[in-house]
């Protein structure tokens, strides 16, 4: 079975331009998560959706923003770069979508986009 | 809210045993997770705990005590290959949906 996608990989922009990244979740997973990483700050919630909704939704501005598709496909779009939104940006896909136990909170990572902001 | 704490860096030697802590503050949770990333890749999921107690994976084990709201991480008889940041992370039951929060994180050197 196919793992996670993501693309691009990697992603050179400008300050005040706008991006949008693309997930493919692993097949049967309808649960798809963003986070971003930096050296700062660590791994950070983005989102999360399921079923083509917003479930959940971490401390960043209006600038972040996502959706997925009802092929459960999701993409997220930063507008008005700014220079500390360079990071990596990271995906991940799960199989259960509520409750407790293994396969819920399995997680699994897609290799990220490396989002440089000039 | 929740915070999970961990050291930042930790060095050992090949053949050694190594263990990494995870401290946390969390309101309640289902279970602790542990997620291995090398640089440059992306994070992938090693260990759970959804009870308090060791669970063991090869040479990985994971401990959790919810009591003592710790937990921490084993990795025996090290190998270069197990040089890359380790991360803790927890399941909020009352945040809904799939939302992980991830410890800070503790970058692993094996050393010769």
């Known amino acids: 079975k196919a793992g996670v996608t993501q693309t691009p990989r990697y992603l050179i922009k400008t300050r005040g331009q706008q991006v949008t990244l693309s997930c493919s979740p692993i097949s049967g997973h309808r649960s798809v998560s963003w986070y971003q990483q930096t050296p700062g700050q660590g791994l950070q919630f983005l989102f999360e959706?399921?079923?083509?909704?917003?479930?959940n939704k971490g401390n960043f501005p209006g600038r972040f923003s996502g959706r997925q598709f009802s092929n459960s496909r999701s993409e997220m779009n930063v507008s008005t770069l700014e220079l500390g939104d360079s990071a990596l940006y990271l995906c991940?896909?799960?199989?259960?979508?509520?409750?407790?136990?293994?396969?819920?909170?399995?997680?699994?990572f897609g290799p990220g986009t490396r989002l440089t902001v000039l | 809210g929740q915070s999970l704490e961990q050291p930042s860096e930790v060095t050992a030697v090949e053949g050694a045993i190594v263990q990494i802590n995870c401290t946390y503050q969390t309101s309640g949770f289902y279970g602790l997770s542990w997620y291995q990333q090398h640089d440059g890749g992306a994070p992938t999921f090693l260990s759970y705990n959804a009870l308090d107690g060791l669970e063991e994976t090869g040479r990985f084990s994971s401990f959790l005590s919810r009591s003592d709201s710790y937990g921490y991480l084993l990795l025996q008889e090290l190998q270069m290959k197990d040089s890359a940041s380790y991360f803790c992370?927890?399941?909020?039951?009352?945040?809904?949906?799939?939302?992980?929060?991830f410890g800070t994180g503790t970058q692993l050197k094996v050393e010769l």
């Open positions: 959706y399921f079923s083509e909704t917003q479930r």
């Open positions: 992370a927890v399941r909020s039951i009352t945040g809904g949906g799939n939302k992980l929060t």
């Open positions: 991940a896909s799960s199989l259960a979508d509520r409750g407790p136990g293994l396969s819920t909170d399995t997680q699994y």
